[in-house]
Structures are given as structure tokens and as C-alpha cells.
């Protein structure tokens, strides 16, 4: 089975789709997709569908609808090449203590492939080889198409796998920057945080690497403004001012040369990650 979340979802069997239309098998679907070769309870999948109102027949009803993605699956499984050992809808969406489980069977999954390289990115960011954690990282980024389950109606347990996906996705994203800005590559860096930091506007180290980038381009007064914009949309929407970190970065571009700055945030690394 070969799953796809990190932008709208797909999930295939043979190359044959088992992604259903209706919003709530296919929230089903996709909960079983994201905790695949995992037991998903059945009160898991409940809050799902329905919050903490369930209807007195929720039980029923989501066997229901495991029951049609389980035809979906039967369907896809006639597709099996010659020789494959038979496998049967069950074994695919199987009945386990308590819940559900979805198996992949060797298949792929985006979000398992991104954990992978994502990890091996930031291992080398630890071993100084930004070269390859540029690398690495921009390969695990590539692998998203949009926003994470962007097709998909979510309820609470969704939310929060959203909300886990994307954090993981910026972290990628605001170490592959870092490994770029050590690479020299300000400059090819002006156009994406230019955009990344309109989107995450209390986000103080993507704030951070472009006043670094503008600043290492020739451009020191702008690096400036970015901060004295950064400062008031903090002080306005959250009552903070900016940290020790950045306010550290601002006096450094005040006095110091580009090429005499090597850390997006202070020499102390320290780690700016307000999200907005």
C-alpha cells in the first residue's frame, strides 16, 4: 500500500486508488493511514468522526464505513500481479484488539520517507556537513505537494496530526535555511523568506536568517526594518518584545561586517521558534 498525506491525500493498493469521497470514511482512512502497521482504537476513531457527541449507533456506524473501504480494497486487491500470495481486504485494514490497523505491506508512505530524510539532514547539520544536510532536508521538503491533508474534513484527532505534520515540516525547513546561509547562499535565499516570513510573521528565527541573508547581500538597513517590524507585530499581537537572541543579531548587524556573522540567531545557537 502506498500512502500519501503531505498535501492532498492519496492512498493506493496495487496502484489502484482506495481513497473514498465521502468525508467521513475518508477520515477514517486517513487516521488508519497516518498510524499505518499501528493499532488505531476504536475510540480514536470515534472522537474523529464525531467529537465528544458520538450518536448512540457510532460503532455500528464505523464499521460501516470501515466495511466500504474494505470494498474499495477488495477491488484494488484483484489488481495483485501474477503470482502474488492471496490477500484478502482483512489482512489489508485488519481487526485487532480494540481497533483498526492498516497494513502497508512494504509499501511506501510520504511522511515515513520525510522522517528519514529529515533525519539524515539533521545529522549532518550535528557533523558541520551542510552541504549534504542541504541536501537531505530540501529532498525530505520536496516530498510535500501543499499543506498536509489538505482534502481531508478534519476533526480533533486530525487537527493535531496537522498541526504535528507542519511543525515537523518547519523545523525541516528552518534547518535546510541554516544549512544554506552557511553554504554563503544568502542571496538565493531572499525570495523564500521574503515569502516565509510574510506567512509566519511572529516566527523569530525565520526573521532571524533574513535579516542575516539581507544583511550578508549588501543590504543592512532593510535586515533592520525587518526587525523593527518583527518587534512591533510582537508587541502588538502576542505583548512580548523580540528575545535575547534576535535583539543580540540586531546590535550585531549594527556594528558589525556581513562576512563577520556566521550564526542565524547569536553565537549561542539559541533556538528562536514562536510560531504564529
Known sequence: ???????????????VSVTPRAPKPRQVLTLLALHADQVV????????????????SARTTLQTYVLQLREMIATALEKDPA???????????????????????GGSSDVREFDRLAGLGYRAMDAGDFPRAARELGDALALWTGSAL???QAGPQLEMQTRRLEETRLCALDQRIEADLRLGRH?????????????YRTHENLHAQFMLALHRSGRRSEALDVYQRLRATLVRELG???SSGLRRLQRSI???????????????RERLTRVG
Open 1 to 15: 500500500m502506498d500512502i500519501e498525506v503531505l498535501g492532498t491525500l492519496a492512498v493506493r493498493e496495487n496502484g
Open 41 to 56: 482504537p476504536v475510540d480514536s476513531l470515534i472522537e474523529e468522526l464525531w467529537g465528544d457527541r458520538p450518536p448512540r
Open 83 to 105: 503470482g502474488a500470495p492471496a490477500r484478502t481486504p482483512k489482512d489489508v485494514l485488519a481487526t485487532a484488539p480494540g481497533g483498526y490497523m492498516l497494513r502497508t505491506s
Open 150 to 152: 489538505a482534502d481531508v
Open 187 to 199: 542571496r538565493e535565499l531572499l525570495g523564500e523568506l521574503t515569502v516565509l516570513v510574510s506567512r
Open 240 to 242: 512580548l518584545e523580540p
Open 254 to 268: 549594527l556594528i558589525a561586517h556581513p562576512e563577520h556573522s556566521t550564526e542565524p540567531a547569536g553565537a549561542d
